[in-house]
């Protein structure tokens, strides 16, 4: 059986690999200020530009002189849609223009239609893949390599989990915001360093280019393929990168989980501004992606145990799962806090579910290390309690107690939550009939609620009278109706 395989042509090239990256950032620092929270427009054309001119840069030893003019001509004409309007096919134009004249100028081997075919490919496909390998090669060709190596796992998740926090956590943003005096954390989202990220992987092909043509080689062997991804992963996930990268999270998460303690558990005074409803919502769901983030590293990281295996990982990882099992019930308990204020709805019913289940996720987890089982058996027991979740939500009617939440803990009802929504009751559908009538009793002479209970009992008459749109709780509900009628208040 035979795999693709590719050699590499070997251009010529004229700057080191430092330089290359050194290229590469700059570009970057100049997308960032093009592109980043920014509409479009101009801003593609000038970047191409520099892009293409960049490119030559790095690699004007390959460059073929002959085709220079006929590239720069095609270039031109690629980027003329884009002045007059950036549209999908102008975006398109752009794109094909800027990787067929890089192709045509560095590549002697693409020729007609193979041109834009083998540039997207290796341009676009593959190059992006090659930024990270890439940069370990040129770390292990230094001295310093495994001390950096070591360290880049830990710290560049320290820093996704650091800005995680300072997205839940107000107190968190604060603290970072007095380590910047321009407040740059303030415009760091979670989303800026994945733009980074995302925009260097399409950038660096460009500056190191590596045209390549596929050839058939032997397939390895399933051992041999595994021997040899795990030959290529060991520098990253090597014990001694576990052992800081559980060191340096245990005590993020611990900063946090203090935190959480101060102020979600212990109910000390906000930050100015600050109500503990805004505080919930705004820290539930960034933790969650916190979790599942350790999640997935623990499941990477931490295989069978072998006897090479340092001591001290098993603790911190148990350790460090428990500190996530607590962020989770502080998810839910943040759930609950914005509940409580602002009512159900099904998204939070949702997020609350979803919430558990990542919470068992990181019990299998545990379960998974202690009993020393593969990762089939855990994404086996993870399927099984989604499976057996969802069937379980499929009998549970959602809509009414949402409904019968919602009136029970309004304001109307002398609780502590907001007025009753009214037109997110009537999108709940007949069953928020019990509910609505009960809203009509604390609200007498209400039209509104009058014109939404009558609206509900005619779909719920039409659902009814036909034989294909009847239903087991349908039926319930109109044994309800019709062993309940509604007493009209005498004014």
Not at 39 to 54: K, R
Not at 86 to 99: F, K, N, P
Not at 410 to 438: C, F, K, N, W
Not at 475 to 481: A, P
Request: proline share 6%.
């Amino acid at each position: 059986m035979t795999s693709s395989a590719e050699l590499t042509a070997s251009p010529a090239v004229s700057l080191s690999m430092w330089h290359k990256f050194a290229l590469a950032f700059a570009l970057l620092a100049l997308a960032d200020i093009l592109f980043y929270d920014q509409a479009p427009g101009l801003s593609l054309p000038i970047f191409t530009a520099a892009l293409v001119a960049t490119s030559l840069l790095a690699n004007h030893a390959g460059i073929d002189r002959s085709r220079t003019r006929l590239a720069a001509v095609l270039l031109v004409l690629g980027l003329l849609p884009a002045i007059e309007d950036l549209t999908l096919l102008s975006v398109s134009s752009v794109v094909l223009a800027t990787i067929s004249a890089i192709a045509l100028m560095t590549n002697p081997a693409a020729e007609g239609l193979r041109l834009p075919v083998t540039a997207a490919r290796q341009l676009l496909l593959v190059g992006p893949f090659r930024l990270i390998p890439d940069a370990i090669a040129t770390l292990r060709a230094h001295d310093f390599t495994r001390l950096l190596l070591t360290w880049s796992i830990p710290l560049a998740l320290g820093l996704v989990f650091s800005l995680l926090f300072a997205a839940a956590n107000p107190v968190i943003e604060q603290w970072l915001d007095q380590l910047r005096p321009q407040h740059v954390v303030s415009n760091l989202s979670f989303g800026r360093p994945l733009f980074w990220l995302l925009m260097l992987s399409l950038i660096w092909p460009f500056i190191h280019l590596r045209w390549r043509q596929r050839t058939k080689t032997p397939r390895l062997p399933i051992d041999a393929e595994a021997e040899q991804t795990s030959s290529i992963a060991s520098p990253l996930l090597n014990p001694q990168t576990v052992v800081r990268s559980l060191l340096l999270f245990n005590l993020l998460f611990a900063i946090q989980t203090a935190l959480d303690g101060v102020y979600l558990w212990g109910h000390a005074a906000l930050p100015d501004g600050m109500t503990y409803a805004t505080y919930a919502h705004r820290g539930a769901y960034p933790l969650i992606v916190t979790a599942l983030l350790a999640a997935a590293f623990v499941i990477i990281a931490v295989r069978s145990k072998r006897d090479d295996e340092p001591r001290l990982i098993r603790p911190l990882v148990y350790l460090w799962v428990g500190q996530n099992l607590l962020l989770v019930l502080s998810s839910i308990q943040r759930v609950h806090i914005y509940v409580q204020t602002y009512l159900l709805t099904h998204w939070r019913i949702a997020a609350l579910i979803w919430m558990a289940l990542v919470g068992i996720g990181l019990i299998l987890i545990v379960v998974r290390i202690v009993l020393d089982r593969p990762t089939a058996w855990l994404v086996r027991m993870n399927l099984i309690a989604l499976a057996a979740t969802l069937y379980g939500c499929a009998l549970v009617n959602f809509s009414a107690v949402i409904a019968d939440y919602n009136v029970a803990h309004s304001r109307e009802d002398g609780r502590s939550g907001t007025a009753i929504d009214m037109p997110y009751l009537l999108s709940l559908g007949p069953q928020a009939l019990p509910a609505v009538r009960r809203a009509m009793l604390l609200l007498p002479g209400e039209s509104a609620l009058s014109r939404m209970n009558q609206s509900l009992l005619d779909q719920q008459a039409k659902d009814m009278a036909n034989w294909r749109s009847w239903t087991f709780r349908g039926w319930r509900l109109q044994r309800y109706l019709d062993t309940h009628p509604l007493i009209q208040n005498p004014s």
